[in-house]
């Protein structure tokens, strides 16, 4: 399915009538969770017990950058409720993207139970089912929290731009940026842990788009150790849950994924759109087709 640019007077409308929406800003909140502030932003224009889009960005980044702030917005401007939230990383109330200028200790499994306290801050306070939304390797991330941890009262996922995974691509990748081969890196991860030293660090390696800092052992493994599980057409394959993943024409980022998403073996559950002409990010007007897709999606599920 494919969705393409909308008139010229649409978006003159659009121009005209939700610009005053837009500029409302979403609430800050925060959660306590593990001796940190975790800190997400909540619009919620609708009766709680409707249910909320749960929103996670992508590598590194927050909840607040530009294409999660615009697919929120426009969410509330449709009257959906969402909590786009930042993981931590180990940062006591992170904002901003991250500056590569301090350790990573938090790996998958510390983002998982950061988005299980979310999920248990949202029942505390009243709303009803959840939809998981994720963008990028947040949308491979919430996939993963899903089909691992098996939250609670979650009604469909939303994966834009789901990140892909091939082992031997990732490490020639690594070696390429970093000089240094993936599996020595792997090595000394899995040498400290297996050395029971989890809180040892590794010391000025590259990770994700950082050139050099240091890393914790279960970090680096959870990012980088050959998982299938970080590959989403993989993960989502037979997914007893409805699921919507939307790609853009132009993405070159997860340039791989519609052929990857082609060649699900059990899509049943599965369904594909793709905004014509999207880059990865989205911008300016294909985030309101992205909307579009995803209400028309909910509304069916």
């Given at each position: ?24 800003s979403a609430e800050r909140v925060t959660l306590e969770h593990d001796g940190l502030t975790l800190v997400g932003h909540l619009q919620d224009p609708a009766d709680r017990a409707d249910g909320i ?224 002409g999207a880059g990865h990010f989205f911008r300016d007007f294909f985030a309101d087709d992205v909307v579009d897709a995803i209400l028309d999606f909910t509304q069916r599920h």
């Amino acid at each position: 399915m494919a969705r393409s640019r909308k008139p010229l007077s649409v978006w003159l409308f659009v121009l005209l009538f939700w610009v005053p929406l837009a500029a409302q800003s979403a609430e800050r909140v925060t959660l306590e969770h593990d001796g940190l502030t975790l800190v997400g932003h909540l619009q919620d224009p609708a009766d709680r017990a409707d249910g909320i889009f749960l929103m996670l960005h992508g590598t590194l980044a927050h909840g607040r950058m530009e294409t999660m702030a615009v697919l929120q917005d426009l969410l509330a401007a449709q009257g959906q409720n969402s909590l786009s939230v930042n993981l931590s990383f180990g940062i006591d109330a992170r904002e901003g993207m991250f500056e590569c200028d301090r350790p990573v200790t938090h790996g998958l499994q510390e983002h998982f139970a950061e988005l299980e306290a979310w999920m248990d801050w949202l029942r505390a306070e009243g709303y009803g089912p959840v939809t998981l939304l994720g963008h990028s390797r947040g949308g491979n991330q919430v996939a993963r929290f899903h089909q691992e941890w098996d939250p609670e009262d979650v009604r469909a996922l939303v994966l834009i731009a789901p990140s892909t995974f091939d082992a031997e691509r990732a490490a020639a990748s690594y070696e390429a940026q970093s000089d240094m081969p993936l599996v020595t890196r792997l090595d000394q991860a899995t040498e400290l842990m297996r050395m029971d030293q989890p809180e040892t660090l590794l010391r000025d390696v590259r990770f994700l788009y950082c050139e050099e800092l240091d890393v914790a052992p279960t970090a680096f493994l959870s990012y980088y150790a050959p998982d299938e599980a970080h590959d989403t057409p993989t993960l989502i394959d037979g997914i007893g849950t409805p699921t919507l993943v939307i790609l853009g024409s132009e993405d070159d980022v997860v340039a791989d994924l519609p052929e990857r998403m082609g060649s699900l073996a059990d899509p049943a559950n599965v369904s594909t759109v793709t905004i014509d002409g999207a880059g990865h990010f989205f911008r300016d007007f294909f985030a309101d087709d992205v909307v579009d897709a995803i209400l028309d999606f909910t509304q069916r599920h």
